[in-house]
Structures are given as structure tokens and as C-alpha cells.
């Protein structure tokens, strides 16, 4: 401690000029009086000796202060001189110094606040075990996907999955995993969640361990020991207070009780909706996991009935190694396949592409919108602070006259360029955050990890560098051109006239760059924004204001029900139409239906099929739903031919389909459609066209229209396809929470153990399919309008400052007869020429960028007519509102005033 205190206080001493001089001028004099007294021994007189040894030893003054500058210490005290100078001239021009910080914290603001986005997404590490090493496993169809099906759609069948795994070299382990929800009996507390079927290998895959417990073993795969479950942290901590006695506790699935045996750690939801691109139902994240414990038939089945594959590739083994070998075992496995599609390959993709390959170019773009905001902030503070330095000119002049070197005055300048930067960056941390809270309110739902982002070390640490290339690009300009004097223009002409003109040609040529930069910013979210509206406009073909639930009387993949109620298909059937029954005789509903697959809810059906009459080709493909009578009602989607579903189109009655009007005009083209007939399969039944209904966008307003084709949800459950589970549609005049009550109250008057689930209006599932695009359109708009306005303020002040420097030059124009309109025309006309050169900078590089963003657009060309006249619209209403202050002072300008002052 004593050793601390004593480098202290040494530390001190040598920071202290003033008593540092003065121990060494003691010294010094004590030195110059030896030598004296040495003269005068040697025999010359006091005076003589005294002269002749200050004239041998110099100056103790000037000996004292060259000894402190050797010690390398006076920056220290340069810099303390510069830093009360700086804050000093910061509360002296105090308008000046607010606009600055204002102008730089917005910038530095949304540049951290989207780099915290990009942290949380694309850069954080992934709750996994060596990510990089995780891949997807997809086995596609060579002719579907000729025909542009994804291959993420086509997951390995059981069969398939169990063949690959044994002959296979490529991987340490592979594990199947399906989405599912349970009706989760907890406390007192009556939930839908979200639930993860998963095999033995899934934790050790993805080398996770859970908090408290265990993982599942192979016990746990037998069909009849699968009452075992795992539960999110989340949970654990929400529903059981974070206590360790929850292992060993029995929980209610479906009504069927499972034993916790494990709490898997905080931030593992695995598997999200989100990191997957092809999930059945609205299940966003996993906060239970049971054992999968496939069945003997799953476990051979090869056709429709695939699930998720993940693969931990060995070390050393690349992507194309891993695909060739799955290819080549697919070609084997092709012989055990139905001979209508035998055309197997493999497909191998990073876990972290899929799970983040939509959103990254989504990110970049956000992260160069804003960056290009932190340029024009920059451009504008550094046109800031050369228009105040022009009024220091006489300042710097006198300094630099009276011996202060150049590198002296730029180290000044430059001090206070960093203390400016500096109050930004404090402000930009209170901006930053708040613009998080903000964008986290936008967050459309589907990018991984979003709701994460936070100012952390990470996020604080980039701002931390942002705030220092900020000062470097804001401050080191202006510094080294005002420092610039010219001695004999000085003299000649002092004040602010003493400015030279390429200072003035560098302040118009940052306003032309700001004015170019915000174009493009301008023109790209325009063509955003048109793009949306274009989204917005497409007809979804059904009434948004019909209330959807998902009623599961089975849990999605079981073969069996938990619930003996709901044990086979006729019981599951009667439910479903006592409850129809019960709904469309309850006050204000107008109509109910069913359908096994909700539009906008991410899942789909697509199926081969003939029509009769028709050029048939191979994998001719179709989307595939099933409805109760009243659905098109519900959904009040309209019927445009032919009838609806009705009560007769029961089992054992002749097979019926109702089809969209894109197949009717795809497939009969010259006829009427109803009363024609299409069949699933080259050898199955043909089924009579009895109606012909609207187009609806089932994937998303910007997917196409494609032939879909109904049947009868309740004619089928007898034939190898039974109700499990459905989404109800109610339309009713009533408000949504009246009608989402009366739902609640019909479930619970029917079983009080069945829990709904995914409530919403079409509305809300519409606008969930549009966030994505809402998202990045509004961030764009939100950017380009923050530095339209930040270019307009630098304009102001660029003619501001351009009319006080000119002051004596407009009153020579007036004392020689012009008027004060021709002078405010003069100040006007300067800033439309900044315009036009900008625009014109602008908008040829907006024509090169715009191209970079044609997949983002939607019906509109990245060179929109309509954006490229509006843009140049709105910028010369702005510029000539921030001109109209400039110009109007300098008309009421005196003459004899500025004449005196020149």
C-alpha cells in the first residue's frame, strides 16, 4: 500500500510543473553560486565573476523550462490546456456545440443500435456446440426441383434417415427431430406449448447439456417408457420458481402424465420456428422435449412421413464430400421408393445458413443504410466546424503570428473535434437505446434471435469505435484546413475574409456529397416503400376479419391419442362436428368451417394430379386442402361457380373436390370446370369438380397464385387421412375477444382438459406475413428522413455562414442598386446549385445501387420513374425551406453597416 502511494505521489511530482521548476531552479541558483564563488577564489572581482557565470551557464529560466520539456511531460499539461480550452469554447458557443453533438449522436446512435440488431442475429454464437460443424440434411426430388420446389421441403422419411445414418461415413452423429404442442397441465396454470419430439441423439448432436438432470437414453425411444420430458429454462423458472425439485415432478401432456427429468439451460429454445425453413404450424419456440419413440411402422416408412435431420459432420470432412456420400446412398435407396418418384438425391446445408440466410443480406443492407447515415453526420459536423472556425480565423492568425506552431493548432483543433465526438457518443448511447426499444417493437417474428439484441460489452465496445473513426473523420478535415493561414492575406485582410476560397470550395464540396448520399438513401427506401404499398394492394382472397384457433386432439406425428376420447377417427369426427354445431348456434356467429392447413400459417400440402381432358406431365403439382362445409363462408372467400361442400359429402359417398380459379383457368381453359374431374394418382379414384371458388395467397401476398384443389375435411378421415387436428375459422359481427370467449366457453363445455391455441384474426396473421417487409421498409424510411433532414441543417448553415462571410461583398451589390429580392435570389440560387450538382451525383449512383436491391423489391423495377421524380421533389421543397432563413437576412442586410464593418 505504502509502494502504491509512494509511485502516487512520484507520479504526481512529475506531472507538476510549477513545483518541478521550482526544486529546479533552487538546484540551478545553488549550482550558478558555486561557480561564482569559484570566479571570485580564481581572483576576479564579485561583478566580473557574477557576469562571467551566468554568461558560461545561461539563463536559469530558460534552462528550467528546456530541462521540463526533456522530461517528455508537458503534452500532458498541452492537453490539459487544450481540454479547458475546448470546453470552454463548447459553453461559449453553445448552439453551435448542441447542433453538433446532436448531428454526430444520431448517427453514432443508429449505427450502434443496428449493429446491436446484427450482434444478436448473424454474430453471437449459437447456443450449440460447434455450430460450424451442424448441417441440415434434405433429401429433394431431381424433377421437383427442376420445377423450382424447394429442397428444404423434402425432410428424409424415417426409413431413409435410419439407412443414411448406418451407411454413412461422414458424420460423428445424425439425429430426427418433428415441431409439435401439448396441452401442458402445470401448477394451475392450462397452456398450449411448444414441444420438440426428438430421438436419443438430438442433446448429444447439438452438444447441449441441461442444466439440472439428464438427456434421454435409449430406454427412453421404447414406445411404452416415453412418458419422460425435458423443460426450458424459461419455464422452469415461470411455472417452478427455478427449484431443483422439479425433477421428479409429473407434468400433464394432452392429459397424459410425464416425468421432468431434466431443465435444459437458459437460451435453448432449439428448435425455433425461425431457424427452419419449412415449419408446419405457428409453434415459434420449444419449451418441452419428449422422446420421439417412433413406432415399428414409422420406422419403416419411406412416403410422407419425413422429419427434421440435423448431422454433426467428423472433423475434416467438407460439405461436398458429406452430400456426394448421401447422394450416392440416396441413388441406392431410390429401388425401395414408390416407381412414380424414384429420383432421389441429397442435399447437405450449414445449419447457420439456413437458420440465417434470408436475414443476413437484410442485416448488411440496414447496416450500410446507416452507415451511410454516419457519413453524411460526419460530412455535416465537419461542415460545421469549418464554418465556426471561420470566425476563429482572427483567432488562429494571432496565434500563429505570435509563434504557435501549425502541429500546435491542430492539436487544438482536434481536442475539441474529440471532446464534440465524445458528448455524442454519450448521447448516442441514450439514442441507441432507445432506438432498439423501438426497432424491438418492429420485430416481425421471424428473424432468429432478434428479440436478444441489447447493449452489451460487444455493442458497447463497437461504439466505442465508432465514436473514435467518427472524430477522425469529422475532426481531422477541418483541422488541418483551418490551420491553413496565409500570413500575408491575414495581414491584408483580417477576420473572416481572410478565409481562402478552398476552404469555401471544401465546405460546398462535403454539402454536394451529403446531398449525393442522401439521394440514394432517398431513392431506396422510395423504392422500399412503393414496394410495400404493391404488398399491401395484393387481394389475399379472404375476409381479414375471421377469428382462427388450432384445436389438437392429437398431438402432430403421434399415432395414438393420450386422450381415450379422441382414440379413433369417429370419435375425433363427432367432436369436431358437435362443435361446428354448437358455434354456428351461439349469438352473432355467421358461419364456422374447419381446414387442416390455415392459410399464412406456414403450412402446406402439395400433391401430384391428373385432370381428366388435360395434356398430363409428370409431377404435375397442386396445393392440397381439406374443408367442412361452411369454411368458405367463414373465411368469406367467394364461390364463383358451382356449389359448396354439403352435409352428403360424407364417408361413403362419391368423391367431390372444389378447385381455385387459377387451376379452372390453367386446366380448362375452354370449359367450364364444374362437372369435370381430377384424380391425386395415376391408379386412384376420380373425383367430380362441384365448385369453383377465389384465389387465396396461402404462403404471403408476394407468392404467386398457384391451383389449389379442397376436399371434404370429414369425407376423408375414414380414408387413411384421420381429423387429428384443425384450425377452426369463425366469422361473426361480434368483437374478437367476445368471439375468442364463446370459443373458449364451446371447448370447455366440451372438454375441459383441451386447450386452444394460435389465436388470431386474418388480419393479424396478413400483417405477420408483410413484418418482415414493414421491418426493413420503415428502418430505411425512418434512416433516409433522419439524414434528409441532418444534409437540410448543413445546407442552413453552409448559406448561413456563406451569407456572413459575404456580408461586405451583398452590401457593395445593394449600395450599387440591387434589391433585396435579387439578393435573396443570389443566397437561393446557391444552395439549388448544391442541389443540382448533388442530385445530379446522387442520382447516377443511386442507378448503380438500386440494382443491388432488386431482390428485395416487389412489382417494382429498380428504376422507378414515380421514386426517381419524387426524391428530387421533396429535396428542392427542403432545400429551398432551409434557404428561405439565409436569404431573407441577407436582403435585410444594411449596406452601411457591412461597409463600416469591412
Request: hydrophobic letters at 45%; aromatic letters at 8%; charged letters at 20%.
Amino acid at each position: 500500500m505504502r509502494a502504491m502511494q509512494s509511485v502516487a505521489r512520484r507520479i504526481k511530482s512529475l506531472l507538476a510543473k510549477n513545483a518541478f521548476n521550482v526544486e529546479l531552479s533552487e538546484e540551478l541558483q545553488f549550482h550558478l553560486q558555486r561557480e561564482i564563488e569559484q570566479n571570485i577564489a580564481d581572483g576576479m572581482l564579485p561583478d566580473e565573476a557574477r557576469t562571467a557565470a551566468r554568461a558560461s551557464f545561461g539563463l536559469v529560466s530558460v534552462i528550467t523550462e528546456d530541462c521540463y520539456r526533456a522530461r517528455g511531460t508537458t503534452w500532458i499539461e498541452d492537453l490539459h490546456q487544450d481540454i479547458r480550452y475546448g470546453l470552454r469554447t463548447m459553453i461559449k458557443h453553445r448552439a453551435f456545440s448542441v447542433l453538433t453533438v446532436l448531428t454526430l449522436a444520431l448517427g453514432i446512435g443508429a449505427c450502434t443500435a443496428v449493429f446491436s440488431l446484427m450482434d444478436a442475429v448473424l454474430l453471437r454464437s449459437l447456443p450449440y456446440g460447434d455450430v460450424e460443424q451442424l448441417v441440415y440434411l434434405y433429401t429433394p426430388s431431381v424433377q421437383l426441383l427442376r420445377m423450382k420446389v424447394p429442397a428444404e421441403v423434402f425432410n428424409p422419411s424415417f426409413a431413409d434417415f435410419e439407412d443414411l445414418k448406418k451407411q454413412s461415413t461422414s458424420f460423428s452423429s445424425m439425429t430426427v427431430f418433428r415441431m409439435s404442442s401439448f396441452n401442458f397441465s402445470g401448477g394451475d396454470q392450462l397452456e398450449k406449448l411448444g414441444v420438440a419430439r426428438v430421438d436419443a441423439a438430438f442433446f448429444t448432436t447439438l452438444q447441449t447439456q441441461p442444466e439440472l438432470g439428464r438427456i434421454f437414453d435409449a430406454k427412453d425411444e421404447k414406445p411404452g417408457n416415453a412418458h419422460v420430458v425435458l423443460i426450458s429454462h424459461a419455464l422452469w423458472k415461470s411455472v417452478y420458481e427455478s427449484k431443483s425439485s422439479v425433477l421428479g415432478q409429473m407434468v400433464r401432456l394432452d392429459g397424459a402424465e410425464y416425468k421432468v427429468v431434466g431443465v435444459m439451460p437458459a437460451g435453448f429454445e432449439y428448435p425455433l420456428s425461425s431457424d427452419l425453413p419449412n415449419v408446419f404450424g405457428s409453434v415459434d419456440r420449444t419449451q418441452l422435449w419428449v422422446p420421439a419413440a417412433l413406432t415399428s411402422q414409422q420406422m419403416t416408412c419411406r412416403e410422407r412421413c419425413g422429419a427434421f435431420a440435423i448431422g454433426r459432420l467428423k472433423p475434416g470432412t467438407t460439405l461436398i464430400q458429406a452430400q456426394t456420400e448421401l447422394s450416392t446412398i440416396m441413388t441406392r435407396l431410390d429401388l425401395l421408393h414408390s416407381p412414380s418418384l424414384n429420383d432421389f438425391t441429397a442435399i447437405v446445408r450449414p445449419l447457420r445458413e439456413v437458420a440465417l440466410g434470408e436475414v443476413k443480406p437484410l442485416m448488411f443492407l440496414l447496416l450500410g443504410a446507416v452507415g451511410l447515415v454516419l457519413l453524411i453526420a460526419c460530412g455535416n459536423a465537419a461542415n460545421l466546424l469549418l464554418a465556426r472556425a471561420a470566425n476563429r480565423t482572427q483567432e488562429l492568425g494571432v496565434r500563429a503570428a505570435l509563434g504557435a506552431r501549425r502541429g500546435r493548432l491542430i492539436r487544438q483543433m482536434l481536442t475539441e473535434s474529440v471532446l464534440l465526438v465524445v458528448a455524442a457518443g454519450f448521447v448516442g448511447v441514450a439514442l441507441a437505446w432507445l432506438l432498439l426499444r423501438l426497432l424491438l417493437q418492429l420485430n416481425p417474428g421471424d428473424i432468429p434471435r432478434l428479440e436478444n439484441a441489447g447493449l452489451d460489452c460487444r455493442v458497447l465496445g463497437f461504439l466505442i469505435g465508432v465514436t473514435a473513426l467518427t472524430s477522425l473523420l469529422f475532426g481531422v478535415l477541418p483541422s488541418m484546413i483551418t490551420t491553413d493561414i496565409n500570413f500575408a492575406e491575414f495581414l491584408k485582410r483580417p477576420g473572416t475574409r481572410a478565409v481562402p476560397g478552398d476552404r469555401r470550395a471544401v465546405s460546398k464540396a462535403l454539402a454536394i456529397t451529403q446531398i449525393a448520399l442522401v439521394v440514394t438513401l432517398l431513392i431506396g427506401s422510395g423504392l422500399f416503400l412503393r414496394s410495400y404499398v404493391k404488398v399491401l394492394a395484393v387481394p389475399t382472397g379472404f375476409a381479414r376479419s375471421t377469428v382462427t384457433v388450432s384445436i389438437e386432439l392429437i398431438p402432430r406425428f403421434s399415432a395414438v391419442s393420450a386422450n381415450p376420447r379422441y382414440d379413433s377417427p369417429q370419435k375425433r369426427r363427432l367432436f369436431f362436428l358437435e362443435l361446428l354445431q354448437r358455434l354456428e348456434s351461439s349469438p352473432g356467429v355467421g358461419a364456422a368451417g374447419l381446414v387442416d392447413l390455415l392459410p399464412l400459417s406456414h403450412a402446406e400440402s402439395m400433391g401430384s394430379f391428373e385432370a381428366q381432358g388435360y395434356a398430363n406431365g409428370a409431377n404435375q403439382m397442386v396445393e392440397m386442402r381439406r374443408i367442412t362445409p361452411d369454411y368458405f363462408s367463414a373465411m368469406d372467400i367467394p364461390r364463383i361457380r358451382g356449389r359448396e361442400f354439403a352435409e352428403g359429402d360424407g364417408p361413403g359417398r362419391p368423391l367431390v373436390v372444389i378447385v381455385n380459379n387459377a387451376l379452372a383457368k390453367k386446366y380448362f381453359p375452354n370449359s367450364d370446370a364444374v362437372g369435370q374431374h381430377v384424380r391425386m394418382s395415376p391408379d386412384g379414384p376420380w373425383a367430380a369438380i362441384v365448385g369453383v371458388v377465389g384465389d387465396v395467397r396461402n404462403a404471403g401476398p408476394e407468392t404467386g397464385l398457384f391451383p389449389e384443389l379442397y376436399t371434404p375435411l370429414l369425407q376423408t378421415d375414414t380414408d387413411g387421412a384421420p381429423v387429428n387436428e384443425a384450425y377452426l375459422a369463425v366469422r361473426s359481427v361480434l368483437p374478437e375477444n367476445v368471439v375468442v370467449m364463446g370459443i373458449r366457453s364451446v371447448m370447455k363445455s366440451l372438454d375441459t382438459n383441451l386447450a386452444i391455441a394460435d389465436i388470431h384474426t386474418m388480419k393479424e396473421l396478413a400483417t405477420r406475413a408483410t413484418a418482415r417487409r414493414q421491418f426493413q421498409t420503415t428502418l430505411l424510411s425512418v434512416f433516409s428522413a433522419v439524414s434528409m433532414l441532418i444534409v437540410l441543417v448543413g445546407i442552413y448553415g453552409l448559406l448561413a455562414f456563406s451569407v456572413q462571410q459575404r456580408s461586405g461583398e451583398i452590401g457593395i451589390r445593394m449600395a450599387l442598386g440591387s434589391t433585396r429580392m435579387g439578393v435573396a435570389m443570389l443566397v437561393l440560387g446557391e444552395a439549388l446549385i448544391l442541389l443540382a450538382a448533388g442530385l445530379g451525383l446522387g442520382l447516377a449512383t443511386a442507378v448503380g445501387f438500386t440494382r443491388l436491391l432488386s431482390r428485395f423489391l416487389f412489382e417494382i423495377q429498380p428504376i422507378d420513374s414515380t421514386t426517381y421524380l419524387t426524391v428530387p421533389f421533396f429535396l428542392l421543397l427542403g432545400t429551398v425551406a432551409a434557404s428561405l432563413i439565409p436569404s431573407l437576412r441577407a436582403a435585410h442586410i444594411e449596406p452601411m453597416n457591412a461597409l463600416r464593418n469591412e
